[in-house]
């Protein structure tokens, strides 16, 4: 390519292209580059907070084309038994399939002017000094700055030869056919027991299911095996289509360096993604957001702080709530089947109503036999 960009972006997942999209609506020539042709199948519940819906909602993006499900009921169960059920007067998570919510994110971004190159894949970095020359499967992109965008096995992150230490856990997903899928309506089923250190989710979508299981520990292995499991306690008649997994990284550090004067890391690929309940979407908006304010400003160590300032501290309590609710699985789910408020909590803190600060004081207040777990 002759011409030279802003910005060249890896990877038009979530926080690429929502990347992409506000650069160029500031008047930014952004290239967005994915290996991968669009729309194209991604492992994930496809699960929007609304706190996510918020953020894309306050940056003009109207996501409603691609909801497939609206979710105002949570069911909590112990190994697909003792259900304990919270409704809500509103949605509390918009259902997506991915192909379709990242397939409308990379649209509004070439709508907004980004240049869309499918099928190219990230290589190496040829020169950093005065510019960023990076050679790709089409040929090299010359820009001002690189934003590495590419997920959880981040080639840029590689490249950029300062390795972001991540805590990985990983999930299995399938979507799959079923008669009852209409008995899911509205409704997500999250399940305890069938894995440690994790859980089990069922996703309603507009005509199938999405179901899937994950685990933060890295003693976990054969995940296959524990969704067959989980999906036998559901005891759901069903024809899977497609079952994928992947990693999902979080954070392992207290303070990060996500940039260095030419390049920066989001989302997957900086290991931003909540290691209490895998959610990855919000935090590749959010830090999305946050490089698109250091770029502009032509600052990029201004990303870093911010990621340290304004993300990191949350999911440090959601590390902590995981260290309660997945040593303690069986004692939490007792304690919100009688403590509906503690279990409307559970949920606001996904949606964004509550903080994991707040959910760690109620559940101190419960008097747990926490032991040695801070
Ligand atoms: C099973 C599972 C279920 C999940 N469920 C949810 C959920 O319900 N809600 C939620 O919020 N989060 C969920 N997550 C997490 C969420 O999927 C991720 O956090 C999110 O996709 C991260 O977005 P991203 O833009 O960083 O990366 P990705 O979505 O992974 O996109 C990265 C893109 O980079 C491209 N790429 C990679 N390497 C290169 C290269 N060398 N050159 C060019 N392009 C490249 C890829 O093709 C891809 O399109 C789930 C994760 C898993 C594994």
Not at 60 to 77: C, E, K, L
């Amino acid at each position: 390519m002759s011409k030279e960009y802003f910005a060249v972006i890896v990877g038009a997942g979530p926080a690429g292209a929502f990347l992409a999209y506000r650069l160029a609506s500031e008047g930014r020539p952004v290239a967005l580059i994915d290996r991968q042709s669009f729309p194209r199948y991604k492992p994930c519940g496809g699960g929007i907070s609304a706190k996510t819906a918020k953020l894309l909602q306050g940056s003009g993006i109207d996501f409603a084309p691609v909801v497939q499900d609206r979710v105002t009921r949570v069911v909590f169960t112990k190994q697909c038994a003792q259900p304990v059920t919270v409704d809500f007067d509103d949605t509390v998570i918009d259902m997506v399939m991915r192909d379709e919510f990242d397939d409308l994110l990379r649209r509004y971004a070439q709508e907004t002017g980004a240049e869309f190159y499918p099928k190219c894949k990230f290589q190496e970095i040829v020169d950093l000094s005065d510019k960023v020359d990076i050679k790709t499967s089409q040929g090299n992109f010359k820009a001002k700055y690189l934003v590495g965008a590419d997920g959880a096995s981040s080639m840029v992150a590689k490249a950029m030869g300062q390795p972001v230490k991540k805590r990985l856990g990983f999930a299995v997903e399938c979507e799959l056919d079923s008669p009852d899928t209409g008995r899911f309506k509205g409704m997500v089923q999250l399940d305890h027991g069938h894995i440690n250190e994790g859980y089990g989710w069922v996703f309603p979508k507009r005509n199938h299911l999405s179901i899937g299981i994950g685990s933060f520990s890295p003693a976990v292995r054969k995940y296959r095996e524990h969704l067959d499991q989980f999906l036998n306690g559901l005891n759901i008649p069903h024809t899977p289509r497609i079952t994928r997994g992947h990693i999902i990284p979080t954070p392992a550090q207290r303070k990060v360096k996500l940039h260095n004067d030419r390049m920066l890391l989001v989302s997957d690929a900086a290991g931003l993604a909540d290691p209490m309940t895998g959610e990855g979407i919000y935090y590749a908006l959010k830090s999305a957001d946050l490089a698109c304010h250091s770029l502009l400003q032509e600052n990029l160590s201004a990303y870093s702080q911010a990621v340290n300032g304004q993300v990191l501290p949350e999911l440090r309590q959601a590390k902590r709530v995981a260290r309660i609710v997945y040593t303690l699985p069986g004692t939490i789910h007792n304690l919100i089947a009688k403590n509906s408020s503690l279990a409307r909590m559970l949920v606001e803190v996904v949606y964004g109503a509550e903080n994991y600060t707040n959910l760690i004081k109620s559940l101190l207040k419960a008097n747990l036999p926490l032991g040695n777990i801070k």
